[in-house]
């Protein structure tokens, strides 16, 4: 891989744990991701016109083959600054059944409204009485003209049909586009590990949209490095600010969703554990959890096809299927997958941070000039006492442009 493309690990950042083949959350079997960006217009913020930075990002646990087999499923909130639907019913059933989808907080309701006619247009069958889908979001009204509906039920739906395995892109893509990370550029990152457990293998992987943290507060590798790149920090400095106080201009706000997904046979109380241990892998990376971050997780597994259904029982049929088993890994055995989920977090946000740092003019512009900074991974490298990665030219990477 040369410098240019190089990740987070590849570019000599230490990360403890054993990746999956793409260090992605597409290592798990099955799980696919689509992703849309809409990056159009510049200068003054004009609600309906732009600028535009925004995007989707879809999950779907099962791929388009296993809509409507349930996941067993699990969630938790650290902070309730945001929103995640269908939740309730998650917390309810233990199970999760249709796709996930991942925008601005404003795009909610047309992604929820794609997530419907979507999944009603491949399997009537699913929502011929009622289906609850889940929709995340995190803020990048610094950036985007969050009020303007650039993201329609019509855009969602494309994104679900894109949806594919393979690598996952990271930085400023899909729903992630507009977001900031630790006063950077942050958005979409992913990240994976390969767990052992008698005698069989399987995967966490993490897909992270990282909006978060104040730039004090950011830590690399075990390292404090907020105080050293203090420089450069235009969303907690200048203008904006004042001005923009009552629209999210607070240091630290934005939001974090993380989804969790495994191929390890769990329980879905077991899930909800798994979910609980994200803010330890985010801690990792400096943050205390702000309180005008809305920071909310969900974990699946898998595993255990065919169980956990909610179907209407209906004769026969009802009889046939009195009973369901599932196989899960021992409570008391469960540490090495909630130490895949720490590890996994805190690289996919490293990812994210670092992707960005290709961004033409080594920032993003945005609204009304907006911009934030990519994370200037040069002098991340020098502070960690990491030699600069080389291309196959040997050119240096700069962390500017490529």
């Known amino acids: ?65 296993g809509l409507g087999s349930p996941c067993a499923a699990g969630w938790y909130s650290l902070n309730g600054n945001g929103e995640m639907t269908g939740t309730t019913w998650i917390e309810e059933s233990g199970a999760l059944d249709v796709p996930v989808l ?62 594919t395995g393979g690598p996952v892109a990271e930085g400023s893509v899909g729903g992630g586009t ?6 950077f550029k942050g958005g979409s990152g992913t990240a994976s590990r390969v767990v052992d457990h008698a005698g069989d293998r399987y995967v966490v992987g993490v897909f992270v949209q990282a909006n978060f943290g104040s730039r004090h507060e950011l830590a690399i590798a075990g390292v404090h490095l907020g105080d050293q790149l203090a420089d450069d920090d235009p969303m907690s400095e200048g203008d904006w600010f004042e001005r923009d106080r009552r629209r999210g201009g607070v240091s630290g706000a934005g939001s974090v969703i ?75 055995q469960i540490d090495p997958l909630y130490e895949a989920v720490v590890q996994s977090v805190e690289e996919a946000v490293v990812n994210a941070l670092v992707a960005n740092r290709h961004l033409p003019g080594g920032a993003m512009i945005g609204r009304d000039g907006h911009r934030s900074p990519a994370l200037p991974v040069d002098r991340v490298l020098d502070a960690l006492g990491i030699a600069p990665a080389r291309d196959t030219t040997g050119r240096h990477d700069q962390g500017g442009e490529p």
Do not use: K
């Open 1 to 65: 891989m040369s410098a240019s493309t190089a990740r987070a690990r590849e570019l000599g950042i230490p990360f403890r744990g054993t990746p999956g083949p793409l260090n992605s959350i597409t290592d798990v079997p099955g799980l696919t991701v689509g992703m849309t960006t809409l990056i159009h217009g510049d200068g003054p913020l004009v609600v309906g016109s732009g600028p535009v930075r925004t995007g989707v990002t879809a999950i779907l646990p099962r791929g388009i083959d």
């Open 102 to 163: 991942i925008s601005n907080t404003h795009a909610v309701g047309a992604c929820h409204t794609a997530a419907v006619r979507w999944v009603g247009e491949r399997r009537p069958d699913l929502v011929s009485a009622w289906v609850l889908p889940v929709v995340a979001e995190t803020w990048d009204g610094y950036l985007n003209d969050i009020n303007g509906g650039h993201v329609t039920p019509e855009i969602a739906m494309a994104t679900l049909d894109a949806a």
């Open 178 to 183: 507009g977001m900031n990370c630790y006063g």
């Open 258 to 332: 993380v989804i969790v997904a495994t191929d390890a046979p769990l329980l879905p109380h077991q899930c909800t554990a798994l979910a609980r241990r994200v803010p330890l892998g985010l801690a990792r990376t400096g943050t205390s959890g702000g309180h005008f971050s809305g920071d909310i997780f969900l974990a699946f597994s898998t595993a255990n096809a065919g169980a956990l259904t909610s179907d209407i029982p209906l004769g026969e049929t009802a009889a046939a299927e009195a009973y369901q088993s599932m196989r899960f890994v021992p409570w008391g």
